[in-house]
């Protein structure tokens, strides 16, 4: 039975993915801030931004190997950030969260991830951290933390390759989540059964790859 770990599934996409995989009969080890979900094989106290939250965590599942590790916890801050509105404490929040956040899992479960069999490290990014696909400017705060965490994971990708891990990238839409809003384009269901498909199909030739939930690749 192949264990995947899952940060921030204490509610949305996360959660809806723990669920998925233990129908997929994976062994899920479901990581949020406040502990136990019924939506797991087993619940993970863990706090991204909690550097000491991240070691207590590893080590709490010290020698257990880990074929899937995605890093969903994210926060989006203040909304409609901009030079004439810029919390310089919220925008670091953001960061520590969003960037350093999933550096701290992957640096705290590599021997993890070099123990099991599969070796995927997915983290769910946004195309608004995209460069290319930024063409309407605004929402400073998310925008870097998500080019940077890109920045970060396509790095690790060369990084950890000699290893045999994959690590990837993945928009999940605009999903109507408490960060997407009730406007949003398409449901949790919809984009979380998109992403377990596109992780169950990545392989070698996917490593350092950004992809959109629905598999088509989006540009840097």
């Not at 269901?189 to 629905?214: M, P, Q, R, V």
Request: glycine share 12%.
């Amino acid at each position: 039975m192949p264990t995947i770990l899952i940060t921030g599934t204490g509610r949305g996409i996360g959660r809806k993915l723990a669920e998925l995989f233990v129908r997929e009969g994976y062994d899920v080890l479901a990581a949020s801030r406040h502990g136990p979900t019924i939506y797991a094989t087993e619940s993970v106290t863990m706090d991204v931004g909690d550097n000491a939250s991240v070691s207590a965590a590893a080590r709490q599942l010290k020698d257990r190997p880990i074929d899937v590790l995605v890093n969903n916890a994210g926060i989006f801050g203040d909304r409609g950030t901009g030079l004439d509105h810029m919390d310089e404490a919220v925008w670091r929040e953001v960061l520590d969260v969003n960037v350093l956040g999933p550096a701290r899992v992957v640096r705290a479960f590599l021997p993890h991830l070099e123990a099991g069999r599969h070796k995927k490290i997915v983290t769910i990014s946004s195309r608004m951290g995209s460069m290319g696909e930024n063409t309407s400017g605004g929402e400073m705060v998310y925008r870097s933390s998500k080019a940077a965490v890109n920045a970060v994971m396509r790095s690790l990708s060369f990084d950890l390759a000699d290893k045999g891990m994959i690590c990837t990238m993945v928009h999940p839409g605009w999903v109507r989540t408490d960060m997407g809003g009730p406007a949003a384009a398409i449901s949790v269901d919809e984009s979380a059964d998109g992403i377990k498909t596109l992780i169950l199909g990545l392989d070698s030739g996917s490593n350092g790859a950004f992809f959109n939930y629905d598999g088509t690749p989006i540009a840097w």
